[in-house]
């Protein structure tokens, strides 16, 4: 069974950092390039950050490039996103994304907030 389950959300200050965690069970994920996305209330869900299987290439949304790191360990098989400085306008539920299988974990809320 194929699961994807996001963890590391919370309430943190703005300035403040968190690192999201995502762990993938179920399928080959070392062949898988993988991404996280957001969604913020009222608006649609946005693509945040992308890396390669090997996790050799990374991409960024721009609003959020040099402040939050995509990483992989493809031998626990988890995917990161570490969030540094971050700002109110972050506020989203985040998700966890393999694009060539259309896989998605259920979410992790993240509320940046003083």
């Known amino acids: 069974q194929v699961q994807l389950v996001e963890s590391g959300g919370g309430l943190v200050q703005p300035g403040g950092s968190l690192r999201l965690s995502c762990a993938a069970s179920?399928?080959?994920?070392?062949?898988?390039?993988m991404r996280w996305y957001r969604q913020a209330p009222g608006k649609e869900r946005e693509l945040v950050s992308h890396?390669?299987?090997?996790?050799?290439?990374?991409n960024y949304l721009p609003s959020v490039k040099g402040r939050f790191t995509i990483s992989r360990d493809n031998h626990k098989m988890t995917v990161y996103l570490q969030m540094n400085s971050l700002k109110p306008e972050d506020t989203a539920v985040y998700y966890c994304?393999?694009?060539?299988?259309?896989?998605w974990g259920e979410g992790t809320l993240v509320t940046v907030s003083s």
């Open positions: 994304n393999c694009p060539t299988k259309n896989y």
């Open positions: 179920g399928f080959a994920f070392s062949m898988y390039n």
């Open positions: 890396i390669s299987s090997t996790g050799k290439s990374t």
